[in-house]
């Protein structure tokens, strides 16, 4: 009886030890490799419980989920020649497990090292290309288009897909800042120079015709006036002539009333003439004098 239980206790732990080593599994977030005898017999294994013969076959597991390379800022010379440190980082992730296990070992840091090589080169050589004005804001996002396409093409033989690639900041060193300081502040001196002489330019041609309309509506109004005043005093003439003709005792009059308001207009206004003067010939109560 003894040895039954015996024996039925070694298969159940010769069976628990088969199926803990004959067994694995792969997570979500996982790639996994199978191996027999040291060669890779599967790279194409789903998540889930999977069985293996033990002591013949092992599995390496390998994160899929997006890795980060956070580049160390680097100097870099542009088209013109000047000097700019670029900050920069990657983001990729397993692609091809089996290439990537049999070309960097499946070691993110050797994959980093790689990456950060071709990353390198591609600014390099885009840089290389572009002026600082370019690279800070004209063409920025086309660049890193351009070194998102090319590192991930250059990063395909190591089984890696990069799925982008940002330029976080790009700055002058100081030995070259200054000088860029002062020359983008003459250009921008030089631009208010020029757009002040437009202005002013404009200012005097809009002042000129300006002038020159009022001129011309000034002339046409002193002839208009004239004209209608010339209208005016000739129908006034004709207006007088024609009542002296009809009335002339009574125009007489009037005139010499007109005479007197305008003579005696203020209070100390004083004439000395003789009192049988023809200007105060309508003062007489009497007969009026022939």
């Given at each position: 009886m003894q040895k039954l239980m015996s024996s039925i206790v070694f298969v159940a732990l010769f069976a628990l030890v088969l199926f803990y080593t004959g067994t694995y599994t792969v997570g979500q977030a996982q790639k996994a490799i199978k191996f027999r005898l040291g060669e890779i017999i599967d790279t194409n294994i789903a998540p889930g419980l999977h069985f293996q013969w033990p002591l013949v076959n092992n599995v390496k597991k390998f994160?899929?989920?997006?890795?980060?390379l956070d580049e160390e800022p680097q100097r870099f010379m542009t088209v013109e020649k000047k000097n700019v440190i670029v900050d920069s980082f990657v983001k990729w992730r397993i692609e091809n497990v089996g290439d990537y296990y049999t070309t960097v070992g499946g070691q993110p840091a050797r994959t980093n090292l790689r990456l950060s090589e071709i990353l390198r080169n591609g600014l390099r050589s885009e840089?290389?290309?572009?002026?600082?004005?370019?690279?800070?804001?004209?063409?920025?996002?086309q660049l890193m288009k351009i070194l998102q396409r090319e590192t991930d093409?250059?990063?395909?033989?190591l089984g890696v897909e990069v799925v982008d690639v940002r330029i976080k900041r790009v700055d002058l060193p100081e030995d070259v800042s200054d000088s860029v300081y002062q020359r983008m502040s003459a250009e921008r001196e030089r631009a208010a120079r020029q757009y002040r002489a437009e202005g002013k330019e404009a200012a005097e041609r809009i002042r000129a015709e300006a002038d020159r309309r009022r001129q011309i509506i000034l002339a046409d109004a002193h002839r208009d006036a004239k004209k209608i005043r010339g209208e005016g005093d000739a129908k006034a003439a004709e207006i007088y002539a024609q009542t002296y003709s009809r009335h002339p005792d009574f125009y007489s009059f009037y005139r010499s009333l007109t005479a007197y308001a305008k003579a005696f207009?203020?209070?100390?206004?004083?004439?000395?003439?003789?009192?049988?003067?023809?200007?105060?010939?309508?003062?007489?109560l009497g007969e009026k004098k022939p």
């Amino acid at each position: 009886m003894q040895k039954l239980m015996s024996s039925i206790v070694f298969v159940a732990l010769f069976a628990l030890v088969l199926f803990y080593t004959g067994t694995y599994t792969v997570g979500q977030a996982q790639k996994a490799i199978k191996f027999r005898l040291g060669e890779i017999i599967d790279t194409n294994i789903a998540p889930g419980l999977h069985f293996q013969w033990p002591l013949v076959n092992n599995v390496k597991k390998f994160d899929a989920r997006v890795q980060t390379l956070d580049e160390e800022p680097q100097r870099f010379m542009t088209v013109e020649k000047k000097n700019v440190i670029v900050d920069s980082f990657v983001k990729w992730r397993i692609e091809n497990v089996g290439d990537y296990y049999t070309t960097v070992g499946g070691q993110p840091a050797r994959t980093n090292l790689r990456l950060s090589e071709i990353l390198r080169n591609g600014l390099r050589s885009e840089f290389g290309k572009r002026t600082i004005n370019e690279v800070v804001s004209g063409d920025r996002a086309q660049l890193m288009k351009i070194l998102q396409r090319e590192t991930d093409q250059a990063a395909e033989s190591l089984g890696v897909e990069v799925v982008d690639v940002r330029i976080k900041r790009v700055d002058l060193p100081e030995d070259v800042s200054d000088s860029v300081y002062q020359r983008m502040s003459a250009e921008r001196e030089r631009a208010a120079r020029q757009y002040r002489a437009e202005g002013k330019e404009a200012a005097e041609r809009i002042r000129a015709e300006a002038d020159r309309r009022r001129q011309i509506i000034l002339a046409d109004a002193h002839r208009d006036a004239k004209k209608i005043r010339g209208e005016g005093d000739a129908k006034a003439a004709e207006i007088y002539a024609q009542t002296y003709s009809r009335h002339p005792d009574f125009y007489s009059f009037y005139r010499s009333l007109t005479a007197y308001a305008k003579a005696f207009d203020r209070k100390d206004d004083l004439f000395v003439l003789s009192p049988d003067a023809e200007f105060f010939r309508y003062f007489d109560l009497g007969e009026k004098k022939p």
